[in-house]
């Protein structure tokens, strides 16, 4: 779309000189009285109107009608208004309708005899669950209804048994007994790795009693252990800063008599190209060591994906979810949590330390995922 703005005497010469400049098919986006330069001696004002039109461009196949090139086009058109981009995003828009369409016009007929459940169905069709999770949901249904036989299943019943069994949750306290647990985060930046650390270090050192020691590995910023020793200066809590593998490994020797050690990383973006490199160079092959990936709940899917892949790299015991409080759309980390079976540890709400943060459970995480349509 080209826009441009006209100044004339009256309204007639303005639309002639947009109809000469634009073409026939410009349309007025707006007309206004205004007070025009006077450009003869003497008299600095008089009045006139201004007329500001438009022309779409993309409605001309030779691309133009005025004689303009597409590469002169680009220094004033958006990217989203080029008519490649146009298109894609009205392709996008019929893909989603038909999408929609499906899936509110397809519970099977058999589901159609439990009006609850197919009820149920469409309301899960719109948290955003991935399709084939959606399909194995109706295969567990039906296999429930067939062996159920003359006792019908509550609704409830059938729509949590398989929910809440869909993804695994852990107390990692308790997954691993023996002495020191130690405990790194990773994961993308600013998804709250430290924050959490913060949040667990008060809970097991000021609330269970626990020992607990701290240690920093982040040598991606400068003074980026601040935040760290400022609560472990608040808590009592031993802080060791360290760059790379021996010092980590010096490091975790010094806090071998420790009941837990948090280990906080830097943020890496899982498109750095050398991130697999790095975290295997420097956390890999260390048996003692318990890895959680920070996922905050915010981030699009296709990022988690990536996050989920680069990070990968390191065997993971558990993810920890954080910013819950700050998105009414779980069901990305849902699918996520469905697909790798790596069960979810603690929950994050809020910036608030250590009061804002959970232990996970089932029926938490089923919670959080059907909030977003009640
Ligand atoms: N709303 C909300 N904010 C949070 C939560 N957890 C952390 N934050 C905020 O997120 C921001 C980043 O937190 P950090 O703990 O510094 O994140 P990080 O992952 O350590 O960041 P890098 O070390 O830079 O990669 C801070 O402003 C935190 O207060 C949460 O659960 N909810
Ligand atoms: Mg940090």
Redesign the pocket.
């Known amino acids: 779309m080209k826009l441009k703005t006209f100044s004339a005497r009256d309204l007639k010469e303005a639309l002639s000189q947009v109809k000469k400049e634009m073409g026939p098919e410009a349309v007025i986006l707006s007309t206004q009285s205004r007070w025009l330069k006077e450009h003869q001696a003497g008299k600095m004002r008089r009045p006139g109107v201004e007329v500001t039109a438009a022309v779409d461009l993309s409605a001309f196949p030779d691309n133009g009608g005025n004689g303009e090139r597409e590469s002169d086009r680009g220094d004033w058109l958006p990217p989203s208004f080029s008519p490649v981009s146009r298109i894609q995003e009205d392709l996008e828009e019929v893909k989603d309708l038909l999408h929609r369409w499906l899936r509110e016009n397809g519970p099977p007929s058999w589901l159609m005899q439990h009006k609850d459940l197919a009820m149920f169905y469409r309301f899960l069709t719109r948290t955003g669950l991935d399709d084939r999770f959606l399909q194995r949901w109706l295969d567990n249904v039906q296999g429930l209804l067939e062996q159920s036989g003359d006792q019908p299943l509550t609704l409830k019943e059938v729509a949590s048994r398989y929910l809440m069994h869909a993804f695994e949750v852990v107390d990692p306290w308790k997954a691993k007994e023996g002495r020191p647990r130690c405990w790194t985060f990773i994961?993308p930046?600013?998804?709250?790795?430290?924050?959490?650390i913060a949040k667990l270090a008060a809970k097991f050192g000021l609330y269970e009693k626990q020992k607990v020691g701290l240690i920093s590995l982040?040598n991606q910023r400068l003074g980026?252990h601040g935040?760290l020793s400022a609560y472990g200066r608040l808590t009592g809590q031993p802080l060791l800063v360290v760059h790379q593998r021996q010092e980590l490994l010096e490091a975790l020797d010094q806090m071998g008599d420790l009941d837990l050690v948090l280990i906080d990383t830097?943020?890496r973006s899982p498109y750095a190209p050398n991130l697999r490199g790095e975290l295997t160079q420097t956390l890999g092959d260390l048996p003692d060591l318990e890895h959680h990936l920070?996922l905050s709940a915010t981030t699009k899917e296709s990022n988690l994906i990536k996050a989920i892949k680069g990070f990968g790299v390191l065997p993971i015991s558990s993810y920890i979810i954080?910013?819950?409080?700050?998105t009414n759309d779980f069901s990305g980390i849902f699918n996520q949590l469905c697909r790798h079976r790596v069960p979810v540890s603690y929950l994050?709400?809020?910036?608030k330390v250590p009061e804002?943060i959970e232990l996970s459970s089932r029926r938490r995480v089923t919670e959080l995922l059907l909030r977003r349509r009640h």
């Open positions: 994961g930046t600013g998804v709250g790795k430290t924050t959490t982040d980026a935040q830097a943020g920070v954080t910013k819950v409080d700050e994050t709400a809020g910036q804002d």
